[in-house]
């Protein structure tokens, strides 16, 4: 499981960062989606590095070469995106660095698996749903996809994802209320990573 997640504030992004390490997670996705957003970012892995060793921390909502570079510069140690641009490939490829783009269709993934992606971002997924991903593996089962949008952690939800064949899901909102985010509930955070992992590990 991937947490996907933005804020203004470096400090409330690295109280996040490290309430989803507690709880487990290894993997973090930081959107590039507000005003000096890099920024933030920059403090983020530099936080990370000290207090989270573990962590692979990388941006998200990448949709051009330009701005792949500058957060790679930053160190990030991956890039996602919420659709496939073949430059953005071009240039993780060059400096090493996984590149999962989204993809709303059968050849799309095809062209990303192509440009050497080896992760594929089923975007969005509310909107395509689970059969798209079973429909998808079934004539390419060696096809990695991570499943944003939609997802949820209920061992209901996530059932569905992984039943469908998904390599792994990215999860926003719904693993960080804002309101617990406000009350800098990272606790409560914490244990949402907890179970959510637990049971993606029990499916």
């Given at each position: 499981?991937?947490?996907?997640f933005?804020?203004?504030d470096?400090?409330?992004?690295?109280?996040?960062?490290?309430?989803?390490?507690?709880?487990?997670?290894?993997?973090?996705?930081?959107?590039?989606?507000?005003?000096?957003?890099?920024?933030?970012?920059?403090?983020?892995?530099?936080?990370?590095?000290?207090?989270?060793?573990?962590?692979?921390v990388?941006?998200g909502?990448?949709?051009?070469?330009?701005?792949?570079?500058?957060?790679?510069?930053?160190?990030?140690?991956?890039?996602?995106?919420?659709?496939?641009?073949?430059?953005?490939?071009?240039?993780?490829?060059?400096?090493?660095?996984?590149y999962?783009?989204?993809?709303?269709?059968?050849?799309?993934?095809?062209?990303?698996?192509?440009?050497?992606?080896?992760l594929?971002?089923?975007?969005?997924?509310?909107?395509?749903?689970?059969?798209?991903?079973?429909?998808?593996?079934?004539?390419?089962?060696?096809?990695?996809?991570?499943?944003?949008?939609?997802?949820?952690?209920?061992?209901?939800?996530?059932?569905?994802?992984?039943?469908?064949?998904a390599?792994?899901v990215g999860?926003?909102?719904?693993?960080?209320?804002?309101?617990?985010?406000?009350?800098?509930?990272?606790?409560?955070?914490?244990?949402?990573?907890?179970?959510?992992?637990?049971?993606?590990?029990?499916?």
């Amino acid at each position: 499981m991937v947490p996907v997640f933005y804020h203004a504030d470096a400090d409330v992004a690295c109280s996040v960062v490290k309430a989803c390490y507690d709880g487990g997670v290894r993997a973090f996705e930081f959107t590039n989606r507000g005003d000096f957003a890099h920024e933030v970012f920059a403090q983020v892995v530099k936080f990370a590095a000290r207090e989270c060793p573990e962590m692979a921390v990388g941006v998200g909502s990448i949709v051009e070469p330009a701005t792949a570079a500058l957060y790679m510069q930053l160190g990030a140690c991956f890039v996602v995106g919420p659709l496939f641009n073949p430059e953005v490939a071009r240039v993780c490829n060059r400096r090493g660095v996984p590149y999962t783009p989204g993809c709303g269709s059968v050849s799309e993934v095809g062209f990303a698996q192509e440009a050497g992606c080896d992760l594929c971002k089923v975007f969005p997924g509310d909107v395509l749903g689970p059969k798209f991903v079973k429909g998808l593996l079934a004539p390419m089962p060696w096809s990695k996809i991570m499943v944003t949008g939609g997802v949820e952690p209920t061992a209901d939800n996530l059932k569905g994802w992984f039943g469908a064949g998904a390599y792994c899901v990215g999860m926003g909102s719904k693993l960080f209320p804002k309101d617990r985010v406000a009350a800098a509930d990272w606790a409560y955070i914490s244990e949402q990573c907890r179970s959510a992992l637990a049971a993606i590990a029990a499916l």
